[in-house]
C-alpha cells in the first residue's frame, strides 16, 4: 500500500514565524503535490513537483515555496506565516505524470496561525 | 478553463436509503479524467473511483455505482442502502491531459458532506 505521511496533523504557529510543513511518500513516486483545503472552497493545488529538484506553481502559489531534494520527501514552506494561511494542508503523491493515475494522499496538517 | 460543481453542500438521510451526489464539470480538452475521492472524519482522502473520457460505461461497485454522462458533463454518484459508515465528506475532481500549459494536479469541486443517520 502507498503510504503518504505528514511529519504533523496539528501546528499552531504566530505569525511572521516561518513554517515548514513535510511530507512523506513509501512507494517512490515521482510526482508530489500540495493542496489546501479550505470549507467551502474544497481544495486548491499550491505547488506541485514532477521529480527532484523540480516545482511548478500551481493555482495559488503566493506566501508559499516548497523544497524537493529528495524522491521521497516534499516539503512547503511559509515564509512569513499569515492568519489567512490558517488551512488544513494535505500533501500527495502520484506514480508518474500520467494523469489518470490515482492520487494518494496524506492524513493532512491543519495549521493554526495566530 | 476547468471547473467542478458539487452543487450539494450537504446531504442527509437515514440509514438503507440511495442517496445520489451530483458533480458536473466544465472543461475544454477532449481527453480528460473524472475522480470521486472519499474523505472521511479522519481526514485523509481515500480513493474510489476513476473514469476517462472515452469510457462512458457506468460502474458498479458493491453498493457504489457511477453514471457518467458526456452529453450533460456529468458524473455522479450513487450509494445504494447507505450505511453510516458512508458518512464522510465526498469530492468529485477532474484532470485534464492537455490543459493548456495550466497546472497539473487536479481540480477539485467543494465536496459535498454526507450524513447517514442511524
Known amino acids: 500500500d502507498v503510504k503518504v505521511t505528514q511529519s504533523s496533523r496539528y501546528l499552531v504557529k504566530r505569525t511572521g514565524e516561518k513554517v515548514f510543513l513535510e511530507c512523506v511518500q513509501d512507494m517512490d513516486h515521482e510526482n508530489m503535490f500540495w493542496y489546501r483545503q479550505d470549507p467551502g472552497l474544497g481544495l486548491r493545488l499550491i505547488y506541485f513537483?514532477?521529480?527532484?529538484?523540480?516545482?511548478e506553481k500551481g493555482d495559488i502559489p503566493e506566501g508559499y515555496s516548497v523544497s524537493r531534494e529528495k524522491k521521497e520527501r516534499f516539503s512547503l514552506i511559509l515564509e512569513s506565516a499569515s492568519t489567512n494561511q490558517t488551512s488544513m494542508y494535505l500533501c500527495?503523491?502520484?506514480?508518474?505524470?500520467?494523469?489518470?493515475?490515482?492520487?494518494?494522499f496524506g492524513p493532512g496538517t491543519r495549521l493554526t496561525v495566530l | 478553463a476547468q471547473k467542478v460543481t458539487q452543487a450539494q453542500t450537504e446531504i442527509s438521510v437515514v440509514e438503507k436509503e440511495d442517496v445520489t451526489l451530483d458533480c458536473v464539470y466544465e472543461?475544454?480538452?477532449?481527453?480528460?479524467?473524472l475522480f470521486w475521492y472519499k474523505q472521511p472524519p479522519s481526514g485523509e482522502l481515500v480513493f474510489l473511483i476513476r473514469r476517462n473520457s472515452f469510457d462512458e460505461q457506468n460502474e458498479i461497485s458493491g453498493r457504489y455505482s457511477w453514471n457518467f454522462q458526456k452529453s450533460t458533463s456529468s458524473f455522479n454518484f450513487t450509494i445504494t442502502a447507505s450505511q453510516v459508515v458512508d458518512s464522510a465528506v465526498y469530492f468529485c475532481a477532474l484532470s485534464e491531459v492537455f490543459s493548456g500549459g495550466g497546472a497539473d494536479g487536479l481540480t477539485f469541486g467543494k465536496g459535498t458532506h454526507l450524513i447517514i443517520q442511524p
Open positions: 472543461t475544454r480538452d477532449t481527453t480528460y479524467y
Open positions: 513537483s514532477y521529480d527532484v529538484k523540480m516545482k
Open positions: 500527495a503523491s502520484r506514480r508518474d505524470r500520467v494523469r489518470d493515475n490515482e492520487q494518494f
